[in-house]
Nanobody
Framework: EVQLVESGGGLVQPGGSLRLSCAAS????????MSWVRQAPGKGLEWVSA????????YYADSVKGRFIISRDNAKNTLYLQLNSLKTEDMAMYYC?????????????WGQGTQVTVSS
């Protein structure tokens, strides 16, 4: 059974940082691209970032480019998202997602999410 479990969210002041983790199980992480999406209160899902199977290629939404860093440790079956220079508009529930295969094919599994709150 595919399972994705996010952690690392919390309350942070504007300008602060957080590191989100996504523990993957039930599949071979190294065979799949992975992504992060988020949903702010009252808004739809927003794609944030993605990473290819080996971690050598990364992709970012313009809204987070230069501030967020996606990475993965296939040996530890874990995906990460480093959130830097956080803004109030980054406040959302963050979900990791398993891609169907290579990047760009779409996602088929999502985790339960971890909440990021940005407030002074």
């Amino acid at each position: 059974e595919v399972q994705l479990v996010e952690s690392g969210g919390g309350l942070v002041q504007p300008g602060g940082s957080l590191r989100l983790s996504c523990a993957a199980s039930g599949f071979t992480l190294s065979n799949y691209a992975m992504s992060w999406v988020r949903q702010a209160p009252g808004k739809g899902l927003e794609w944030v970032s993605a990473i290819n199977t080996g971690g050598g290629s990364t992709y970012y939404a313009d809204s987070v480019k230069g501030r967020f860093i996606i990475s993965r440790d296939n040996a530890k079956n874990t995906l990460y998202l480093q959130l830097n220079s956080l803004k109030t508009e980054d406040m959302a529930m963050y979900y990791c997602a398993k891609e169907i295969g290579f990047y760009g094919l779409g996602s088929d599994y999502w985790g339960q999410g971890t909440q990021v709150t940005v407030s002074s």
